[in-house]
């Protein structure tokens, strides 16, 4: 058969610092082969060898390559060319190239992180860190987002030199062990310090650059190791001053301050960013749903009907995981807008709308809707795996018999319509489940492994102890079905199998063999 060939780009894993003459090649040894007899053996690839120079960094290149790059970058036009003239100034080394990375990392809002990653692994470390430094204690500055971070980075970086690969021998890993205790430690006295240091520099600034300074400040210091009676207070104080000045910060920080403090403050304290968010038209999808979150979390009735109310007024900014934060029930006041959407064509043509109708129906649909919902599951109907699974889910929540039936009816045509594995998985957004759990178990024995695994993840997350008995049956049947590949079922890396019917067990996030792993590592309680 044709080699399969893989391109891969060797500065996305290695560094070379030195120049030199190098000699390059790959070994694998992560790859089984199955052969016709069912026998597995372990196969190591090698490849052939490459050759190249690396030479020392010529600096007069480099003046003329670089403004060349940064038009690269700022040019409007394709991503794919701004994402190739990044990664050229990602590999230019320098103090030119350095300081150029430094001044579009401190006046970046949105996408500091694109040079915040480029300095982390820079040549020229002093240079980057006394440029930072000067950055943050000026007032005048407005501290970008990650600034503390990428400092005491570059300071561990400094002082105990780049991470070693992981090593092999048992001795050796509990060297690196504690190099990497001691870079932590190192990096949380750093971020302790630079945070106080902006904390500090609150009285010098105003404005922006207070607001700026006073959320830096808060996001590195308020966090587990920080909360100790030495260091409360401080601690205290900022997360008070943060919360009262909540409304002037952007969507992203309000609703990092919602995903931060939610186990620590008052939930009343919190509510008024969680409403600006979920009803802010500039907000982004996940700002939004982080504040749907904490609202149907601790409000569900008032964060449900909001909710229902976006889909009345057709919320363009409404996405399908919003609505599955809902409770479950019923509104009436949706029946002809969700009927609508569920009876026409162009519904389906669209994966987003398809998803948001289904979840909806699936947490809001009132009783009403039940003849549509069983019409859209009969066969010849071109509604989408995942949307079947959500009808199944409202039919088990208004009418429990009905519902079973046509879980039941689904799962016996998977060999016509391959849905067995994406209904299973859409009912695990369904809260009821209890009269589904006779059909759940006898799809166990489903022929298709998927189908089998999904079901029992299933009733492992949602199901009663009296499934353990089957779950352990069937557990038990797989593991004598399948003894003689434990090595293969615990190997990493692929394997290279004859063509033909059999386990797959290529490894493939949806494969038999994934849902089979995750089923026999889960041990169902055990």
Request: glycine share 6%; hydrophobic share 35%.
């Given at each position: 058969?044709?080699?399969?060939?893989?391109?891969?780009?060797?500065?996305?894993?290695?560094?070379?610092?030195?120049?030199?003459?190098?000699?390059?090649?790959?070994?694998?040894?992560?790859?089984?082969?199955?052969?016709?007899?069912?026998?597995?053996?372990?196969?190591?690839?090698?490849?052939?060898?490459?050759?190249?120079?690396?030479?020392?960094?010529?600096?007069?290149?480099?003046?003329?390559?670089?403004?060349?790059?940064?038009?690269?970058?700022?040019?409007?036009?394709?991503?794919?060319?701004?994402?190739?003239?990044?990664?050229?100034?990602?590999?230019?080394?320098?103090?030119?190239?350095?300081?150029?990375?430094?001044?579009?990392?401190?006046?970046?809002?949105?996408?500091?992180?694109?040079?915040?990653?480029?300095?982390?692994?820079?040549?020229?470390?002093?240079?980057?860190?006394?440029?930072l430094r000067a950055a943050l204690r000026n007032p005048a500055f407005n501290p970008v987002p990650g600034l503390i971070d990428l400092l005491a980075s570059l300071e561990v970086r400094k002082k105990l030199g780049d991470p070693k690969p992981w090593p092999k021998s048992e001795e050796a890993q509990n060297a690196a062990r504690a190099d990497a205790n001691a870079r932590t430690q190192l990096r949380g006295k750093l971020t302790w310090q630079y945070g106080n240091d902006l904390a500090s520099s609150l009285r010098l600034r105003s404005g922006p650059q207070r607001l700026g300074a006073l959320y830096n400040a808060w996001a590195v210091l308020d966090m587990p190791q920080h909360r100790t009676p030495d260091e409360s207070s401080t601690v205290e104080n900022l997360r008070e001053q943060v919360l009262s000045a909540a409304k002037e910060l952007s969507p992203a920080q309000q609703a990092y301050i919602l995903n931060d403090l939610h186990d620590i403050v008052p939930h009343e304290d919190l509510l008024n960013i969680a409403l600006r968010l979920a009803?802010?038209?500039?907000?982004?999808?996940?700002?939004?749903?982080?504040?749907?979150?904490?609202?149907?979390?601790?409000?569900?009735?008032?964060?449900?009907?909001?909710?229902?109310?976006?889909?009345?007024?057709k919320d363009k900014g409404l996405t399908y995981q919003m609505v599955l934060l809902a409770p479950e029930a019923e509104h009436a006041e949706l029946d002809e807008e969700l009927r609508g959407r569920m009876t026409d064509e162009k519904t389906f043509r669209n994966p987003q709308?398809?998803?948001?109708?289904?979840?909806?129906?699936?947490?809001?649909?009132?009783?009403?809707l039940e003849v549509t919902a069983i019409e859209g599951l009969q066969p010849g109907t071109n509604q989408s795996c995942e949307y079947r699974g959500e009808l199944v889910g409202y039919l088990l929540r208004v009418d429990s018999k009905e519902g079973s039936r046509q879980l039941q009816s689904v799962l016996e045509r998977h060999s016509q319509t391959g849905c067995g594995l994406e209904v299973l998985r859409s009912l695990s957004y369904a809260n009821s489940l209890d009269a589904a759990m006779p059909v759940l178990t006898a799809a166990l024995n489903n022929p298709d492994l998927r189908t089998a695994g999904a079901a029992a993840m299933l009733l492992g997350d949602k199901g009663r102890d009296s499934a353990r008995p089957a779950l352990m049956e069937r557990l038990r049947a797989l593991r004598e079905q399948y003894k003689d590949q434990a090595a293969e079922i615990s190997s990493p890396g692929p394997i290279l199998e004859p063509a033909g019917k059999g386990l797959e067990v290529c490894r493939r996030p949806n494969s038999s063999r994934s849902w089979f792993r995750r089923w026999l590592m889960r041990r169902v309680g055990s």
């Amino acid at each position: 058969s044709a080699p399969s060939v893989r391109g891969a780009d060797l500065t996305q894993w290695y560094r070379f610092e030195n120049t030199g003459h190098f000699r390059l090649s790959i070994a694998l040894d992560w790859v089984w082969r199955v052969e016709s007899n069912g026998k597995k053996e372990p196969v190591r690839l090698q490849s052939n060898a490459v050759e190249f120079e690396v030479l020392a960094p010529d600096a007069a290149l480099q003046s003329q390559e670089l403004p060349e790059i940064l038009d690269g970058i700022d040019r409007p036009g394709s991503e794919v060319s701004r994402q190739a003239a990044l990664r050229r100034l990602d590999l230019m080394q320098g103090p030119p190239a350095t300081q150029e990375k430094v001044k579009r990392f401190l006046a970046a809002r949105n996408n500091s992180w694109e040079y915040s990653t480029m300095l982390e692994h820079a040549a020229n470390v002093d240079e980057a860190i006394a440029e930072l430094r000067a950055a943050l204690r000026n007032p005048a500055f407005n501290p970008v987002p990650g600034l503390i971070d990428l400092l005491a980075s570059l300071e561990v970086r400094k002082k105990l030199g780049d991470p070693k690969p992981w090593p092999k021998s048992e001795e050796a890993q509990n060297a690196a062990r504690a190099d990497a205790n001691a870079r932590t430690q190192l990096r949380g006295k750093l971020t302790w310090q630079y945070g106080n240091d902006l904390a500090s520099s609150l009285r010098l600034r105003s404005g922006p650059q207070r607001l700026g300074a006073l959320y830096n400040a808060w996001a590195v210091l308020d966090m587990p190791q920080h909360r100790t009676p030495d260091e409360s207070s401080t601690v205290e104080n900022l997360r008070e001053q943060v919360l009262s000045a909540a409304k002037e910060l952007s969507p992203a920080q309000q609703a990092y301050i919602l995903n931060d403090l939610h186990d620590i403050v008052p939930h009343e304290d919190l509510l008024n960013i969680a409403l600006r968010l979920a009803d802010a038209d500039g907000t982004s999808g996940w700002e939004r749903e982080q504040a749907f979150t904490f609202w149907c979390e601790y409000w569900p009735s008032d964060c449900g009907k909001s909710l229902a109310s976006a889909l009345l007024r057709k919320d363009k900014g409404l996405t399908y995981q919003m609505v599955l934060l809902a409770p479950e029930a019923e509104h009436a006041e949706l029946d002809e807008e969700l009927r609508g959407r569920m009876t026409d064509e162009k519904t389906f043509r669209n994966p987003q709308t398809s998803s948001l109708t289904g979840a909806a129906v699936l947490r809001m649909g009132s009783k009403s809707l039940e003849v549509t919902a069983i019409e859209g599951l009969q066969p010849g109907t071109n509604q989408s795996c995942e949307y079947r699974g959500e009808l199944v889910g409202y039919l088990l929540r208004v009418d429990s018999k009905e519902g079973s039936r046509q879980l039941q009816s689904v799962l016996e045509r998977h060999s016509q319509t391959g849905c067995g594995l994406e209904v299973l998985r859409s009912l695990s957004y369904a809260n009821s489940l209890d009269a589904a759990m006779p059909v759940l178990t006898a799809a166990l024995n489903n022929p298709d492994l998927r189908t089998a695994g999904a079901a029992a993840m299933l009733l492992g997350d949602k199901g009663r102890d009296s499934a353990r008995p089957a779950l352990m049956e069937r557990l038990r049947a797989l593991r004598e079905q399948y003894k003689d590949q434990a090595a293969e079922i615990s190997s990493p890396g692929p394997i290279l199998e004859p063509a033909g019917k059999g386990l797959e067990v290529c490894r493939r996030p949806n494969s038999s063999r994934s849902w089979f792993r995750r089923w026999l590592m889960r041990r169902v309680g055990s």
